[in-house]
């Protein structure tokens, strides 16, 4: 059994996951969630020595649950699939949640303007205050790199299958009295196509995703 599981969301990411996959640290088993690839990305994935789980349900949640759903290593990580996140340096995260965290993030340091682009650092500063008033929970970025451990995560039963699963997850680890971290990490421009931060539209979605939770968690 790997000491960690990651699980990589992948939509249609074949020209980044040989990158990525390469980066995985030694005794981290790659666990990537195609999510309606059309591009060849889980035949690559699974060439390459990685577990491929297939979610036919569309949305980062669902990709992540699903992922989560098939972990069965004591911590499990969370990382896109694009290459704008170094898995190599998971471990530091995980150094961090053995030191007394419950979830670990990784907080994005963008080695170039265009890795993160101003409207979608704008919306998740945005959220990042919201989160501070709502929860009591500080944080400078809800990004997309992550570590907890695997059974504490599901006892979390996170409910939403689309952008809003980031968020849910600090608001209900927060509710839970979970210990929440931040590390930085660097963050370089994706390879290929965002399907989310890269486009005001996308952003736009995942704000309104992000909203959605934050009502719900309130009531």
């Known amino acids: 059994m790997a000491d ?8 249609n990411e074949a020209a980044a996951l040989p990158w990525v996959l390469d ?11 195609d999510n309606g690839s059309t591009d060849g990305s889980a035949g690559l994935a699974r060439d390459a020595g990685a577990t491929v789980v297939v979610e036919h349900r569309r949305g980062f949640g669902a990709a992540v649950a699903a992922g989560v759903a098939a972990a069965d290593a004591p911590v499990v990580a969370i990382c896109d699939a694009d290459a704008s996140l170094d898995p190599a340096v998971l471990p530091q995260l995980v150094g961090l949640l053995e030191g007394g965290a419950d979830l670990v993030l990784g907080r994005r340091v963008p080695t170039e303007r265009s890795a993160w682009p101003l409207h979608a650092r704008a919306a998740n500063a945005v959220l990042s205050r919201r989160i501070g008033r709502l929860a009591g929970v500080h944080l400078a970025d809800i990004g997309p790199m992550r570590v907890a451990r695997t059974d504490a995560l599901r006892e979390l ?3 939403d299958r689309r952008s809003g699963y980031p968020l ?3 608001l209900r680890a ?16 994706r390879i290929g ?18 909203n959605r939770v934050l009502r719900e968690v309130r009531t």
């Open 168 to 170: 849910e997850m600090v």
């Open 174 to 189: 927060a509710a839970a009295g979970w210990r929440i971290v931040e590390t930085d990490v660097t963050y370089s421009p």
């Open 23 to 33: 980066r995985v640290p030694a005794n981290y088993r790659a666990i990537v969630v």
């Open 193 to 210: 196509r965002s399907k989310v931060t890269g486009t005001v539209r996308g952003t736009l979605t995942a704000v309104h995703d992000m």
């Open 4 to 11: 960690v599981d990651l699980v990589l969301p992948c939509l």
């Open 157 to 159: 039963h996170l409910a």
